[in-house]
Nanobody
Framework: QVQLVESGGGLVQAGGSLRLSCAAS????????MGWFRQAPGKERGFVAA????????YYADSVKGRFTISRDNAKNTVYLQMNSLKPEDTAVYSC????????????????WGQGTQVTVSS
């Protein structure tokens, strides 16, 4: 089993940056691909980014490509999401998740989730 705890959210002005962290418990963290998802009020949870177990491959939603960077440090059991050039439409609760099988883009492909961290971007 993997437990996930996100941190790093907050309030930032448009154009600013934040770095989210997702700390994982358990010795099997390095075997999991990891993903970041976000959910804005009144909207479904949507895919943001994913990274394979080694960090060699990354995947992004079109809406964040070129602005967000996902990375991981398996020695620290942590996955990161660096968010630059933030826009008001990036406002959401951001959650990390451990991938089990299937497409990285779907929530149903993940079986462990963190509680989420709020990101608010003001205009």
């Amino acid at each position: 089993q993997v437990q996930l705890v996100e941190s790093g959210g907050g309030l930032v002005q448009a154009g600013g940056s934040l770095r989210l962290s997702c700390a994982a418990s358990g010795r099997t963290f390095s075997t999991y691909a990891m993903g970041w998802f976000r959910q804005a009020p009144g909207k479904e949870r949507g895919f943001v980014a994913a990274i394979n177990w080694s960090g060699a491959y990354t995947y992004y939603a079109d809406s964040v490509k070129g602005r967000f960077t996902i990375s991981r440090d398996n020695a620290k059991n942590t996955v990161y999401l660096q968010m630059n050039s933030l826009k008001p439409e990036d406002t959401a609760v951001y959650s990390c998740a451990a991938h089990k099988s299937g497409s990285y883009y779907y929530t149903t492909s993940y079986d462990y989730w963190g509680q989420g961290t709020q990101v608010t971007v003001s205009s």
